[in-house]
């Protein structure tokens, strides 16, 4: 919907909205990974013998707690994708409302797991090979992505978790920022280039090699979504990428030294 202000105070009043946003949710979680890797940094321990330790039990001698924490933990972490959500459709709404703007639904469902799957299948071999070599470059931790007690439901969590990471992420980064930045008049360049900076400022967390590999894909993933106009494609990659760690990770890193 279309305010009454005018066309400069339209494009300030959203590019506050932008940074408040960024400000609870991503680019919070972009200051407090530089505050981390500051302190990895500070440790006498070389940063490659180091463990960034990810989707970890809280109580694991209380499974049925453990499960309610883990599901409260995938749950309000979205709440930020289904705020940009509703900012988009209450304030300045773009043409074809916050969903179909964005291309956040299922339109397309055959195109958008073709474009999906093929990028997962494009940079799924080179991401993991990145932090293999980033991690003997002495630049990166030993991330161990899956750190449930064993359970029924712990794989379950784990899909799950990389579904929320896929729709908060890309909702938020590429949906939402790309969709109000333009609104604003700003130019495609510095959304796309301020996007997957900070994309690599909350992997930053784990070393200097996963800042470096998600700027890299953020970039990426905004080209795909100039071109495609649909941020679906990019969810369903981005949750396949986690499936393949998180999983992937709990099932063989017990038979594979080298993760």
Request: proline share 5%; aromatic share 10%; net charge positive.
């Amino acid at each position: 919907m279309e305010t009454a202000t005018t066309p400069s105070g339209t494009s300030r009043m959203l590019r506050i909205e932008i940074l408040v946003v960024l400000g609870i949710s991503l680019g919070q979680s972009a200051v407090y990974s530089v505050l981390r890797i500051i302190n990895r940094l500070t440790y006498e321990v070389p940063l490659n013998q180091q463990t960034t330790t990810i989707n970890s039990s809280t109580t694991p001698d209380r499974p049925w707690l453990d499960l309610a924490y883990q599901v409260a933990g995938t749950v309000f972490p979205l709440m930020p994708a289904v705020l940009v959500l509703y900012l988009l459709w209450a304030v300045h709404r773009p043409e074809g409302g916050p969903f179909g703007s964005m291309g956040f639904d299922l339109a397309k469902p055959g195109r958008d797991l073709a474009v999906g799957f093929a990028t997962f299948a494009g940079i799924g071999v080179a991401g993991l090979a990145f932090y293999l070599v980033s991690r003997e470059l002495g630049i990166n931790t030993n991330v161990a992505p899956a750190n449930l007690a064993a359970a029924w439901w712990t794989v379950p969590i784990l899909l799950l978790r990389a579904v929320m990471n896929g729709i908060l992420e890309e909702v938020v980064m590429l949906g939402y920022l790309f969709t109000r930045w333009r609104q604003s008049g700003g130019g495609i360049v510095a959304v796309l280039v301020g996007s997957a900076l900070v994309r690599g400022g909350y992997h930053l967390y784990q070393g200097f090699g996963g800042f470096i590999g998600n700027a890299v894909m953020g970039v990426l993933f905004g080209l795909i979504y100039l071109r495609t106009k649909r941020v679906m494609p990019l969810v369903v990659c981005h949750t396949l990428l986690d499936v393949f760690a998180f999983v992937g990770y709990a099932l063989l890193a017990p038979h594979l030294a080298w993760l």
